[in-house]
């Protein structure tokens, strides 16, 4: 068996959820998952990524390192001395935690675990689909960004087939704020069994409510007044009630 790096990320109630990486001879990654347990099913084989920086994105959504495993092809883990993979405790946080500035946004790191049932994946895909396709509208009345988002490719390879996936990767402000608002729309999209994660690089899970993200926007060199328009066709704000247009067709009446 082949030796993994295991990771393991405790959810608020109380369950956790692990995650495994490897290198192979090839220079390809293999990532498995799964709900912490003796066997982790969900795998995935990707190419043109390193392993230090899939590692680095995963400890910024809060994964913590347990340990150096062998798990074999059928996803079995075990681990050093043991014969299956155990639950091994966390460090007790720190009761009274030093109060320091929140350090300004520099890189966004986003993850999908996609292990949905088909019929949701199919839904996902056609979803993906039609909001790149509104944000491509929306992008060509906008200046192009420095540099382009490889996401967008990964997405549309990813949900050709309606396969389970799992992705990983960033968003720099050279990308601009369009493909951090696609993310936030397929996640507040609620898709059962689609996991989306979007992260700073402190571990600061980022929320759908763009009103409580003054710094993201920052970071991207924007404001909520300036991508309005753009948030509300994807559905991540209300319309304004335009009072002035909605009187225009209501007849004046005097007494």
């Known amino acids: 068996m082949a030796a993994w790096n295991l990771y393991r990320h405790r959810n608020s109630d109380g369950s956790s959820k692990d995650w495994a990486v490897r290198s192979n001879s ?11 347990a003796s066997c982790l ?17 995963k400890q910024a959504k809060g994964y913590v390192l347990v340990a150096e495993v062998e798990i074999d ?3 079995n883990v075990v681990f050093p001395g043991n014969a299956s993979a155990t639950p091994s405790p966390l460090p007790e946080p720190d009761s009274n935690p ?47 960004p420095e540099k382009y988002w ?16 799992e992705l990983s990767g960033q968003i720099k402000s050279v990308h601009g704020v369009l493909p951090w608002l696609f993310l936030l729309a397929l996640k507040a ?26 710094d993201v926007l920052v970071f991207f060199g ?20 335009n009072l002035a247009a909605a009187m225009s067709h209501t007849d004046d009446c005097w007494f």
Request: aromatic share 6%.
């Open 98 to 144: 030093e109060l320091v500035p929140t350090p300004p946004v520099e890189v966004l790191y986003w993850t999908i675990d996609c292990h949905a049932k088909q019929p949701v994946r199919v839904e996902l895909g056609i979803e993906v689909r039609r909001l790149i396709g509104v944000i491509q509208s929306v992008s060509d009345q906008q200046s192009k």
């Open 222 to 241: 924007t404001g909520l007044d300036s991508i309005r328009d753009t948030a509300e066709v994807l559905g991540l704000l209300k319309p304004r009630l």
């Open 41 to 57: 099913p969900g795998v995935s084989n990707r190419s043109g990524v390193r392993q230090f920086d899939i590692e680095k994105q």
């Open 73 to 75: 092809g059928d996803g």
């Open 189 to 214: 999209k609620g898709f059962k069994g689609v996991e989306i994660d979007i992260a700073t690089e402190t571990a600061r899970d980022l929320s759908v409510d763009l009103k409580a993200e003054q």
């Open 26 to 36: 090839d220079g390809s990654i293999t990532t498995r998952w799964g709900k912490t």
């Open 150 to 165: 490889d996401g967008w490719q990964q997405f549309i390879d990813a949900t050709l087939n309606a396969e389970t996936f």
